[in-house]
């Protein structure tokens, strides 16, 4: 990713986080996803006439929990406003949100970018609802129509606004993956983008390096962090393009053509007046007194930054890996698990970082799968460990842990197919003569000068042992018979 040359970007980041609740913000509405079209609703969240919201205490600590998270001062005292706009998934007419005294500012995010570490400011982290969602079928049976489903509106939100700190597209990504791992550390929201319980709206301006910020554009509908790196890159040389030829930058909100890989423009954007904000009539502002802020950041889990020093410190892991084991909570807590199993730390750490994340990675998989079977992995490695295995054995031994629901032990398993390492000089010295005088060619190679065809012979050896030859012992072997 390169910024247009001569220009730098200057970049903000919107992210709207569905906490994790039970029920709505304003009613008791399930806060469910997934529930048929427009079977969680009722008049509150549908906004008819008379409704009266009351707003939901989990979500009102969950927020703060976000925001004392961020580093951000806790109002003392907040409130709600209305935001008034028309859109068909807005059933009311506004959004019940924050204006003029949002719950948490001030914040500061500490990031890993390519660069090194940087903090990326936090502006405010609000607490707002959700709106509907807009289903626009293609095919002969929608006949044209669009479809509205009001389960989503009134799904407790809260509205992360990062200071426009962040001057490339992977320092966009690093504060994105940064922001979404710690949201999921202090279990306010499941930051599920499929589902999107986590999304992004991305601010963007050029400038010369040192010069006041440019007009900025926003980029709305951004469906992944990787979407976002690339449409913040598109959306710069659009920029260029226009201010190199004398025009001028719109302010304008667009969204992001994912499949042909550009912005295309929404509307003209609107200032924070076209919206005429005004206090929410129907709820009384509230209150986060210290008790319940302290409260609240004592119970806060520990964050991804405090567990990857922690690893660091007290388990003597390489920074990388420590970075590498807490970008995910769940990858984590199976490290733990597995040293809680008695791997010690390096060892545990190689198997999930080279071997479990690998398979995750093929199987477009969670890291939760692996809790059941945690036992049988720990076991695996440790027969690895103390050499009763091979590799190769550790291998197979892992496939079939994954793929069966049996609960044999590992150990009766190994025992049963009879995958113990075989490194008896011995039992090894036939197969080995077997393999030199099945594979003359081979032989001759390595006599005529060419040591790394040993490597031939060795590989042979594992064939013909089914992978269970130690091949330390089996290549010493080679070369005693090999003269
Ligand atoms: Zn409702």
Redesign the pocket.
């Known amino acids: 990713m390169s910024a247009p040359a001569g220009w730098e970007m200057v970049i903000g980041l919107e992210v709207h986080c569905q906490l994790k609740t039970r029920?709505?913000l304003?009613?008791?509405?399930p806060n469910r996803y997934g529930a048929d079209p427009n079977t969680?609703?009722?008049?509150?969240?549908?906004g008819l006439p008379g409704a009266l919201p009351v707003l939901n205490r989990t979500a009102f600590e969950l927020a703060i929990r976000t925001g004392l998270a961020l580093g951000c001062e806790v109002a003392a005292e907040t409130k709600f406003d209305r935001k008034n706009y028309f859109y068909p998934d807005l059933s009311k007419g506004y959004q019940i949100s924050q204006f003029d005294r949002p719950l948490n500012r001030r914040g500061a995010l500490a990031i890993d970018a390519p660069g090194g570490k940087m903090t990326v400011g936090i502006t405010r982290a609000h607490l707002e609802e959700d709106a509907g969602k807009l289903i626009h079928a293609d095919g002969e049976e929608a006949g044209g129509f669009s479809f509205v489903d009001f389960n989503r509106?009134?799904v407790p939100l809260v509205e992360i606004v990062s200071e426009p700190d962040m001057r490339t597209p992977e320092e966009a990504y690093a504060y994105l993956m940064a922001l979404k791992s710690l949201l999921e550390y202090v279990e306010v929201s499941d930051c599920d983008m499929e589902k999107g319980s986590l999304r992004c709206d991305a601010n963007i301006s050029i400038r010369r390096p040192g010069a006041p910020f440019g007009t900025r554009t926003e980029i709305k509908n951004l469906n992944s962090f990787k979407a976002v790196a690339k449409a913040i890159e598109h959306e710069a040389h659009r920029h260029a393009g226009i201010l190199e030829a004398g025009g001028r930058i719109e302010q304008m909100t667009l969204t992001w053509d994912a499949v042909a890989e550009k912005t295309l423009p929404l509307r003209s954007k609107e200032d924070a007046h076209d919206y005429r904000y005004f206090p929410e009539p129907d709820l009384v502002p509230v209150t986060a007194p210290a008790d319940l802020q302290d409260r609240i950041r004592a119970a806060l889990p520990e964050p991804p930054a405090a567990r990857r020093e922690r690893y660091v410190r007290e388990l003597g892991l390489p920074p990388y890996d420590a970075g590498v084991l807490t970008a995910d909570k769940a990858v984590a807590e199976l490290f733990d698990r597995l040293r809680a199993e008695g791997l010690p730390p390096k060892v545990a750490s190689n198997w999930v970082m080279s071997r479990l994340l690998a398979v995750l990675n093929d199987r477009k998989l969670g890291p939760a799968i692996f809790l059941p079977k945690v036992t049988r992995i720990a076991d695996i490695a440790k027969a690895l460990e103390a050499k009763t295995i091979t590799n190769q054995v550790a291998g197979e031994l892992l496939a079939w842990v994954l793929d069966s629901v049996e609960t044999e032990t590992v150990a009766a398993r190994i025992a049963s197919l009879g995958l113990a390492q075989v490194s008896d000089a011995g039992a090894l010295e036939a197969i080995v003569r077997e393999v030199v005088a099945r594979n003359p060619k081979i032989v001759a190679d390595y006599r005529g000068g060419k040591p790394s065809a040993v490597q031939a012979l060795v590989g042979q050896v594992m064939k013909d042992t089914k992978g269970k030859a130690n091949a330390t012992v089996a290549r010493e072997l080679l070369l005693k018979v090999l003269g």
Request: with cysteine; net charge positive.
């Open positions: 029920t709505k304003f009613c008791a509405c969680l609703v009722c008049p509150v969240c549908l509106c009134g």
